[in-house]
């Protein structure tokens, strides 16, 4: 066992190094089967508990839309598997059963969840709704200890209003920091949202105000969980076809560290843009950001977690297709 996972960590760390000096990174797919690959599930959120990579579907009870549905689960061991596997086999995730019924009946306009992060057995989760303007909700569940089943509090259920007048676009992020819940708003663009604000929440979900967040050209769709830097990572996407309710102004980031091979033959942007956390501040890194090597359909971009040191998993809604991939990395810490 131990050869075994000595040679799976050679193996990752010969991919980082052979794409350390690339301005642009491959997503290597990771096969899947089974009900996850309905792309009318529609993933929307991913995240880490207990070693097992938790991956939610904007929809869990797909496609009867009524009673119990699921999420689903794959163990950290056998992703790595599959990554260093000479011929994978596709992997078929395990499910966990969740009570969302409730929330689309009694949640007028009721559109999915959205994000989804752990405190210990505590899961804590936001919710998009369009009776006639978008409202986010963040709640909070329990999952039991065989990690088979999430219990949703149907009490206690915080709406949240929008920052801009921009379709589809609510709180598209969560996460933890120092026993707190914060949550990201999906536009934070200088012409539609000129002073952006991260919601933040104790355990309970009793609201303690908002911080700034930095304007960000077009969405944020996930972030990773803080690491001990007090670091995390946000995917940023981009596709044309929502440029009139976006609005983007100038891409610092292009016009600071260009554009990747890929990126500079269309207006589609796949990334992934570090921020810092310090103090109750949030900032965005000077490091540049990890510009993803653009498919012939753009991706949209839905679930994002660290895979430890080796780099990261993202995962897509149904655009093109349900995908999840991995994205080798050189961290520099």
Known sequence: MMKIFLSTIAVIIFLELAICSEIEIKINEIELA???????SELSGMTWYEGWLILMPQYPNYPDYEGAGRLFKIHYNKLLEYIVGDVPLPITPEEISINVDWFQKNIPGFEGFEAIAFQE??????????????????????IDDEISEIILDTLKVVDIAPQADVPNASEESIFLYENKVFTIYEA?????????????FDLELNPLG????????YR??????????NEFWAINYFWPGEREFYKPGADKFTEIYGAGETHAKTDVVERLVKYNIIDGII???QQAPIQLRLDTEARNLEGLVRLDDQGFLVCTDKHPRTILGFIPHCFDN
């Open 34 to 40: 089974g009900p996850i690959t309905d792309r009318n």
């Open 121 to 142: 057995n505590k899961v804590f989760l936001t919710i998009e709704s369009e009776p006639e303007k978008i409202i986010g909700y963040v709640i909070s569940g329990i």
């Open 188 to 200: 934070n663009g200088v012409n539609i949202n000129p002073q952006p604000v991260v919601h933040v």
């Open 210 to 217: 908002t911080i700034n967040f930095p304007n960000i050209e």
């Open 220 to 229: 944020i769709t996930d972030v990773t969980a803080v690491n001990s830097e």
């Open 283 to 285: 900032s965005i890194s």
